[in-house]
C-alpha cells in the first residue's frame, strides 16, 4: 500500500526515535474495522522503537470532521463524546503498549486543552496564522463548498482545532509527527504549518490510502452494516466470519496490514492462495491474527468450534452458548413447551416462520422444514423439551436461510 509524506519524514524516522500521533474521532463508544488501519499504524509505529500518541477527540468530537463526509454530523452532548471516549481508551489498550520502556504508548483527551480555551485568545494566538484563502483550498473544505448542504462555520472551523492539537501535543511531548488516512492530509498539513510558525520547528505527516476492497467498495461496509470491535456490538463470531470471507484478491493485502505475521508467513499464504484458492488458508490466518487481537485466542477458539456448529448436519449435541453466539442476528422467540409437547406445525406458525397452520403443513410435507439442521418429514410431529438444545434451545429453520431460535422457558 502506497503512503504519503511530507519531505523528510524518512530521514527524521532514522535519524532518532520519534513521537507520533492519531486522532480518533469518538462518534460512538466503539472503533470499527475502517479503524484498524490507523490502529495498526499506532502499533507499528511503538513497534519500530517509536513513541505513539492516541488522541480521542473529546474536544473536536463536539464539532465533527468534516472530510470525507458529505453533510454534516449530528453533534453529540458532552456526556455522550464523554462516554465514546471511555469505551475507544478500552480497545486501544489491546494494540498498544503502555508500560513499554522508553517508549510508553500514550492517550489524550483533547477536550483536557480545548475545553479551557478562551474565544478571544484562540482567535488572536491562533486563528490569525490562517488565511481563509488557504482553508478553501483544502479538499475537504472546497468537497463541501460545492454539495448542496455546504459547510457550518462548526465544522470549517475542525481544521484549525486539529491543527491547535498539532501544536499543544509538540509543546507537551515533543511531537512531531501526526500520522492518519489520506482524507486528513490537509488537516494534518495545517498542523505542520502552524508548528513551524509559532516555534520555529519541522514537523512531519505521513497518510495512507483509504483501504477499498478489490471490488472498489469502501472497506468495511457490508449489507449488515459496520464490522465493529466491541462485542457487544458486533460478535466475536460474527467479527472472524467477517475476515474469513474475505475476498482471494484482497486476503494477502489484508495480511500486509492487520497483522503482525513476518513477511515470509505472508509470502507463503500468498503462495497457498495462488496454488489453492479453494482452501482459504490466507483467509483463515487472517480470520484468526485478527480476530486474536481484537477479541483474544479464546475467542478464536470459540469461533471456529462456532462455525463448525453452523455447518454441522445435526445442532442436537452443540453447545448452547454456541448456537446462541452463531444465530445472534437470528430472531427468537421465548415461551414455554407443555408438558406434553407441541406441533411442530403449530410452533412454526406461532413464530411465523409461516403464516398459518395449513402453509406450516405444506412446508413440512415439501421438506422445507428443519429443526435444529435436522429436515423434518412428519407434520404431526410434535417437539417436547427432549428436542432442544441442552434442554433450552431449538432452532427452525425454513428453506435455506430463514431461521428462528425458540428459547424454552422452564
Same mark, same amino acid.
Given at each position: ?33 475502517? &479503524? ?20 480521542? +477527540? ?10 470525507? /463526509? ?131 520547528? /519541522? ?16 472497506? +468495511? ?52 492462495? &495462488? ?95 428443519? %429443526? ?32 428462528? %431460535? ?5
Amino acid at each position: 500500500m502506497l503512503s504519503d509524506s511530507t519531505e523528510g519524514v524518512r530521514e527524521a524516522f532514522l535519524a532518532a526515535p520519534m513521537t507520533g500521533y492519531i486522532g480518533f474521532d469518538p462518534t460512538a463508544s466503539s472503533l470499527h474495522v475502517g &479503524s484498524l488501519l490507523t490502529v495498526m499504524g499506532l502499533a507499528r509505529l511503538q513497534r519500530f522503537g517509536h513513541r505513539p500518541i492516541a488522541i480521542v +477527540g473529546g474536544g473536536t468530537g463536539m464539532i465533527g470532521d468534516p472530510s470525507g /463526509k458529505s453533510q454534516e454530523r449530528v453533534l453529540l452532548s458532552s456526556a455522550e463524546v464523554d462516554a465514546n471516549v471511555a469505551g475507544i481508551r478500552t480497545q486501544l489498550e489491546k494494540f498498544l503498549d503502555f508500560d513499554a520502556p522508553g517508549n510508553p504508548a500514550l492517550i489524550v483527551n483533547n477536550a483536557d486543552w480545548l475545553g479551557s480555551i478562551d474565544v478571544l485568545s484562540f482567535l488572536r494566538d491562533i486563528g490569525k496564522h490562517f488565511t481563509v484563502n488557504y482553508m478553501l483550498q483544502k479538499e475537504s473544505v472546497a468537497r463541501r463548498l460545492e454539495s448542496e448542504e455546504g459547510i457550518s462555520y462548526t465544522e470549517f472551523s475542525y481544521l484549525v482545532l486539529q491543527a491547535y492539537d498539532f501544536l499543544q501535543l509538540f509543546d507537551r511531548y515533543q511531537c512531531t509527527l501526526q500520522m492518519g488516512g489520506s482524507d486528513q492530509w490537509g488537516n494534518i498539513t495545517a498542523g505542520i504549518e502552524l508548528v513551524r510558525k509559532l516555534r520555529g520547528q /519541522k514537523a512531519h505527516g505521513l497518510v495512507w490510502p483509504l483501504m477499498t476492497t478489490a471490488s472498489g467498495v469502501k472497506f +468495511g461496509k457490508t449489507e449488515a452494516g459496520a464490522v465493529w470491535l466491541d462485542p457487544v456490538r458486533t460478535s466475536p463470531f460474527h467479527f472472524y466470519q467477517f475476515w474469513l470471507n474475505t475476498d482471494d484478491r484482497d486476503a494477502v493485502r489484508y495480511l500486509k496490514c492487520f497483522t503482525f505475521l513476518s513477511r515470509g508467513a505472508i509470502d507463503d499464504l500468498a503462495r497457498a492462495t &495462488s496454488e489453492t484458492p479453494e482452501a482459504r488458508e490466507a483467509q483463515r490466518a487472517l480470520a484468526r491474527e485478527v480476530t486474536s487481537l481484537v477479541h483474544g485466542s479464546d475467542q478464536v477458539t470459540r469461533a471456529e468450534r462456532a462455525a463448525a456448529v453452523l455447518f454441522s448436519d445435526n445442532l442436537t449435541s452443540a453447545a448452547v452458548d454456541d448456537v446462541l453466539m452463531v444465530l445472534a442476528d437470528a430472531p427468537s422467540t421465548q415461551m414455554s413447551i407443555p408438558d406434553g409437547g407441541m406441533s411442530l406445525v403449530e410452533l412454526l406458525a406461532t413464530v411465523k416462520l409461516a403464516s398459518s397452520r395449513s402453509e406450516a403443513t405444506r412446508l413440512v410435507k415439501s421438506g422445507g422444514v428443519y %429443526v435444529n439442521n435436522v429436515r423434518a418429514h412428519d407434520e404431526k410431529a410434535r417437539l417436547t423439551i427432549a428436542d432442544a438444545i441442552g434442554g433450552e434451545v431449538i432452532v427452525l429453520r425454513k428453506g435455506r436461510k430463514d431461521q428462528h %431460535v425458540v428459547k424454552v422457558q422452564r
